[in-house]
């Protein structure tokens, strides 16, 4: 079964509006999340690495205030896209680890801003 | 940043066929992961390599980690329609937990 749990799987917003992604580790503690972006046909391009307890890193170009990142427990991790545009549409996936777990995979959320 | 590109972006092939992935990089890489990807999902890992010069197979993928650790491939005998989807090669450099991943090859095998 899945260890790692990402919510909601799909979701469409109003432009200006905000979403918030949750990423859970089910069966062990997450001190480390990652999230990943991922425009159709494409590959994964990493956002942002979050530590337990402590501010996540992005990746260059990756604008921190559009995309905040909440690493408060170490079963859960969100992911708040600000101010939605039609831009903004793509999949986002979380990936998570942490002790002697290896990484482990979201299904992802298929966002969609209208 | 460390670049991965995949070769070839996509394959269409029938069933039956094999097939090689390349995954090639300038950077070394402490461990090179494989994953599939669904439309929809998550990737799933495939296998990890770690040595320089490992082989490893999984039923008709065997996967290779290059000597120097820059560079791995996939090769899939008597591809079937299940094997269909988005293939990810994904490095890390040194201790990082930090995962980057390749281009991807898109496969499609069709009946």
């Known amino acids: 079964g899945a260890v790692v749990s990402q919510h909601p799987s799909r979701v469409i917003c109003k432009s200006g509006t905000s979403v918030k992604i949750e990423c859970r580790s089910l069966d062990f503690q997450a001190t480390t999340m990652f999230w990943y972006r991922q425009f159709p046909k494409q590959s994964l391009m990493l956002m942002a690495t979050s530590n337990e307890g402590s501010k996540a890193t992005y990746e260059q170009g990756v604008e921190k205030d559009k995309f905040l990142i909440n690493h408060a427990s170490l079963t859960l991790s969100t992911l708040t896209v600000t101010s939605a545009h039609p831009e903004d549409s793509s999949f986002y996936i979380c990936s998570a680890t942490g002790g002697d777990s290896p990484l482990h995979f979201g299904n992802g959320t298929r966002l969609t801003v209208t | 940043t460390q670049l991965l590109e995949q070769s070839p972006q996509f394959l269409s092939i029938q069933e039956g066929e094999n097939l090689t992935v390349y995954c090639n990089s300038s950077s070394v890489f402490s461990s090179l992961q494989w994953y599939r990807q669904e439309p929809g999902e998550g990737p799933v890992l495939l296998v990890t390599?770690?040595?320089?010069?490992e082989v490893k197979k999984l039923k008709r993928l065997t996967f290779q980690f290059g000597d120097a650790r820059k560079d791995s491939s996939l090769h899939i005998t008597a591809a079937q329609p299940g094997d269909t989807g988005l293939y990810l090669c994904a490095g890390r450099v040194g201790t990082a937990s930090k995962l980057t991943f390749g281009t991807g090859t898109r496969l499609q095998v069709t009946l």
């Open positions: 390599v770690v040595t320089g010069g």
